[in-house]
């Protein structure tokens, strides 16, 4: 049904008089009585006889000549335009102007003063902020203009031959080698990468033998192997060294010295080649700066490892059988070791060792990557070469058996009396028994075993202050003995069996 036409005015009078009354645009005047009364409201009718006004207590009529005088209040709109033209050019009476908008929830207004304030005062941080702005370069910027703003500078820096590093436009040769890249036959390489080119650049003039190179996570393998027997070393290698990380969880600064350069393994077809290596002036010495006397000591051997500055393992095929077996497990047995051993060189950022820890985890990381099926270690004394392994202890399956025998243990060297000793001091019985406590600390405390670890010998503090094994060891096993962990020891070691965990 349509509504009455004569009903029409009169609800248009209402919904007039209901925005008069009220509504967040309606003024709120106030009316001073000459009685002294203040009355605040909205004026309905003013006809120079009588005042009509709606207050919040309801409509009140008063006769006009009682009314001393109208105070007519502004809209909040209006109270804004009036402040900021009171405001002038100052901008900090001009952000008062805009707290007020956003108090009285004016969001154009508020925005618009906002932008006032900028106009004035460019660098004004709290508009500037409100506004949605960032700084950069001095200057405020919306996200889209900074993004601009940035892809011009870029632009005009570039032709500059300029970069952005570290928040300062400098030379790109400059930011490249603070970057850690060098150029390298026209290339920006980092130094990992120009010691493998080379390394492949060199191996041909100057070993006078081409190997392959295959490379994984943390090792470059250099040669002549088949693919697959490629694929097997660098698992191994690699498996060993996420063993050891999970373990010993290296800090930053630890996982960076182990992580820096891959780890170079050369498996040479023949030894012969292992003396070229090693010459005088030759290949190692140009690639490797291996330190000084190392050529000499490697001229007539068949595999040898260096661990500063750029890790290295050389070895050959077929030079290190024992008790049959395949050149394979043979030469797996060898790099395993190896591998053990720069784990923790590399660990300890080439601080020294407890000889145990180093000799023990060497034979462990043998054992555990290559089945406990050879045992492929020469023994030093004094950095010379010695007979190999005497009175049955020439592989895994000989320790074990050894092992088993009680009387046999009762003969073995007290720990306390090699533990200070480094690794090429250690004689062939404490090497054997310092295997067995390396894989009873990993088993029976493994966290001890790593804060000892790391900290025996270590250097630190300002100024510096060296820590002492008997130190490091005390501070990680809470005070305890030796003598009362070679009590644990003992026990724990008869329970192992005659065998490996994987007879080899």
Known sequence: MSSSPSRLPILAGVALLAALAGGPSARADVIHMKSGQKIQGKIVQDDGSTLIVDTKFGRMTFERAKVERIELQRLP??????RRKAAGDDAAKMFEVAKYAKEKRLEKEYREVLQAVVDIDPNHAEANEALGRVPYDGKWFTPEELEEYKAELADQMKER????????WIKEETAKRLQGYELYQGNWLKWPEIYTLQAEENMGPMLGVELEIRTSEHFALRSQLDEEA????????????????????????????MDFYPIAVYVFPDPNYITTFVQ???????LYNPPRGVNERYVDAHSFPIFFPRPLIVASEGRHLKSGGSRMISLL?????YAGNMYVRRFKRGGKIPGWVESGLSHYYEGLLNGYRTLSVTEYVGYEHVDKWGDKLGNFKQWYERMADAQFRSTLP????????IVEEIDAYEQVKSYFLVSFMLEKYPQEFVDYVRDAYREYGRPRRQIKEEEAFQTAFNGRSTAELEQEFEAWVATLGDHPPVDG
């Open 230 to 257: 490629q694929k097997e070393i660098l698992d191994v290698l690699e498996a060993g060294f996420a063993h050891f990380s999970e373990i010993f969880a290296p800090d930053a600064i630890e996982a960076n010295i």
């Open 333 to 337: 047995g060898f790099l395993s070791h």
């Open 161 to 168: 031959g300029r970069v952005l590093y570290k928040g300062k």
């Open 77 to 82: 709109k209006e109270e804004v335009a009036a």
């Open 414 to 421: 007290r720990w306390s009396t090699f533990r200070d000793k």
């Open 280 to 286: 005088p002036d030759g290949y190692m010495e140009k």
